[in-house]
């Protein structure tokens, strides 16, 4: 055999060395952040005392909320870092109609509005696990607190906290020459300071500024976006030259060729938003309001006060706020191209370093390793590159593999570094992404503590403790939140994949959160099953093939999970190229799991009408209750209709 070289004996003609000059940062983006963090810590410092009072002052804010504080800071927390990310990287892969997947859930928001935000009112929780015991009594009741209390606390948000993180760290990639890991754990640290010292005081009052901040950088932002690339003209011109596709322009998703009786019209697109907008909205686990909506709602003055701010949210939410982002959208594809970086040889991956742009393929034990240069493609500049590996190293690849691609959720940024030349506007506009980062820390850290606090500590470890102990606590819990969402956070690199997942893994409980205020069966086994078979069902769909591949190719003791590692599916357009497509996923978790709790519903003896008594005098819900109705005939709804 021939010797092996010490340099690689074949180069493919396109290998170079890329030189990326540095982009800088103007002073005025940094005075910008840097008020808005001082205003923040100052915040803190000045409702620390008053937020340390209570339990009830550091969750609720005493409940003495006026609605537009209650909206607003319902807008201003669901608007994170990762928001003009995630719906930028669906317009670019898909199309506009993929924002169906989160519009659709405006018909749960009305629910709220004219239903269940008077409820939640009425019941006087300070959080969603809290309204088990008060509905359902017993054992059982306490069993549910428990375990959402465990969800709550350590699982749903930190997963939100983790594609946070994620995002904020692909915002600072893009604008900063700063280390990515110092960078997020500074503002994220910041966030937790004057999160712990005043509470949900504190969020409440940074939320208002930071949507004011954030409305004023996104529409400054879309209209600079829009008259730098051409306007309409410009993308007329990019549909004609095939650079962007009709259907990503599309606010429905177009339909096959054939009759709507024909399979070939159910394209998976248009199966995917009918799922939407038929399923999507009521198998959620916020139908009836979620956890930061509860929060606020409960912190309202009055009932007024949360029917009013929860309609002030949905309309903001869903009407006003999407659009600056989807017009800078549309216009980065007439800007900004998809780039794939491939291998020019047949090989192993023995090397992918997407900071220096560079990777090393072993052709075979004759050559050296060939260094391809992953930002020397066709159309990559400085502040736009591949960034997003597509193997892994140890991966054996044919000629033409991809390598690396494009980041289409980082687009949104390299709009803004490009088009937004007014220096105090970039930096209101990168104030407001970061306040938008710190605003759903504190959220999501104080939500967390609230579940730990109320809904475990004080409830079954330690009752009787003053108050002052619980707002310690708390401050130590919304620590360890955060820790466990960072952590999770470096093990990911696609915002949109985390949410998606995050949507199927308490779908299925949806139905049953419907239910439980309009039909006195529903007990707490039912909230129970419908639970954990629904995050069951979803881990096992997304992750399972993964886990099943690992576990069998370790130990011989796991062979006989091989199988289910190379699963396929054939289910028409809910299913494409043999995996479950979004729609797929969620329709399958949704039937398991809500099929399952109506089982165990039907089959497990009616409850005690007795103990409901104490929940329908609170609350006066419309619904089914007759044989509770019977033993408080003077508790009619108020307000709300006729009850059945």
């Not at 549309?330 to 023995?350: D, F, M, R």
């Not at 009787?464 to 620590?479: C, E, G, T």
């Not at 599916?569 to 299913?575: A, Q, R």
Request: hydrophobic residues 50%; proline residues 6%.
């Amino acid at each position: 055999p021939a010797p092996r070289p010490e340099r690689p004996a074949r180069l493919h003609p396109s290998v170079t060395v890329a030189t990326v000059p540095a982009m800088g940062v103007p002073n005025e983006v940094w005075i910008v952040a840097g008020l808005y963090v001082v205003l923040a810590l100052a915040v803190g410092a000045a409702l620390a005392r008053k937020a340390g009072g209570s339990v009830e002052e550091f969750f609720l804010s005493g409940r003495r909320l006026p609605w537009w504080a209650v909206g607003t800071s319902m807008v201003a927390t669901t608007f994170a870092s990762d928001t003009p990310l995630v719906i930028t990287g669906w317009v670019r892969d898909t199309g506009i109609w993929q924002n169906w997947q989160w519009w659709c859930l405006a018909g749960g928001g009305m629910l709220t509005t004219f239903l269940f935000a008077r409820y939640w009112r009425r019941g006087q929780v300070m959080t969603t696990a809290e309204l088990a015991e008060l509905r359902y009594g017993g054992g059982d009741a306490k069993l549910l607190r428990f375990v959402q209390g465990v969800f709550q606390a350590g699982l749903t948000n930190t997963i939100i906290l983790c594609w946070v993180i994620l995002a904020a760290a692909k915002i600072l990639g893009a604008l900063f020459e700063a280390d990515k890991v110092v960078a997020v754990t500074i503002a994220s640290v910041l966030a937790l300071a004057y999160s712990t010292m005043a509470g949900f005081w504190a969020v409440v009052v940074t939320d208002v500024v930071q949507f004011v901040m954030a409305m004023v950088g996104s529409v400054a932002l879309a209209i600079a976006v829009w008259n730098g690339i051409g306007g309409v003209e410009a993308v007329q011109e990019a549909m004609a030259a095939g650079s962007i596709r009709p259907e990503q322009l599309a606010f429905f998703p177009p339909a096959g060729p054939g009759s709507w009786m024909d399979a070939s019209f159910w394209t998976v697109p248009l199966v995917t938003a009918c799922v939407f907008l038929g399923v999507q909205w009521w198998a959620t686990d916020q139908v009836d309001g979620g956890g930061h909506a509860v929060q606020r709602i409960s912190a309202a003055r009055t009932e007024r006060d949360g029917l009013l701010g929860s309609l002030w949210y949905n309309v903001a939410h869903y009407a006003l706020r999407p659009w600056p982002w989807i017009l800078v959208a549309v216009g980065s594809l007439v800007v900004l191209p998809p780039l794939e970086a491939t291998s020019p040889i047949e090989g192993t991956v023995q090397a992918l370093d997407l900071e220096s742009g560079r990777a090393l393929i072993q052709p075979g034990p004759d050559y050296g390793p060939v260094e391809v240069d992953l930002f020397g493609v066709e159309g990559a500049e400085a502040d736009w590159r591949p960034s997003q590996a597509r193997v892994r190293v140890g991966d054996v690849i044919e000629p033409g593999a991809v390598l690396a691609v494009s980041d289409p959720e980082a687009a949104y940024v390299t709009m803004a570094r490009r088009y937004l030349t007014n220096p105090w506007m970039l930096g209101i506009l990168v104030a407001s992404l970061l306040a938008a980062f710190m605003s759903t820390v504190d959220t999501h850290t104080n939500l967390a503590a609230s579940f730990f606090v109320n809904d475990l500590y004080r409830r079954f470890f330690r009752k009787h403790a003053a108050d002052r102990h619980y707002v310690f606590v708390a401050r130590l819990a919304s620590v360890a939140a955060l820790a466990l969402g960072a952590t999770l956070a470096w093990a990911n690199d696609r915002i949109s994949d985390l949410y998606t997942f995050f949507l199927a893994f308490l779908s299925g409980v949806g139905p049953v959160y419907v239910l439980r205020w309009l039909w006195w069966r529903v007990r707490a086994t039912t909230e129970i099953v419908a639970m954990i078979s629904s995050a069951l069902a979803a881990s096992a769909l997304t992750f399972g093939p993964k886990i099943a591949a690992g576990l069998s190719s370790w130990s011989p003791s796991f062979a006989w999970l091989a199988p289910w590692s190379e699963v396929t599916w054939e289910l028409g357009p809910l299913s494409e190229a043999g995996q479950l497509t979004v729609a797929g996923r969620l329709i399958l978790v949704v039937a398991f799991s809500t099929t399952l709790a109506l089982l165990v519903t039907w089959i497990l003896p009616r409850p005690n009408a007795e103990r409901l008594v104490g929940f329908y005098r609170r609350v006066r819900p419309l619904g089914w209750w007759g044989p509770v109705r019977v033993l408080c005939p003077e508790a009619r709804p108020a307000g709300d209709g006729r009850a059945v």
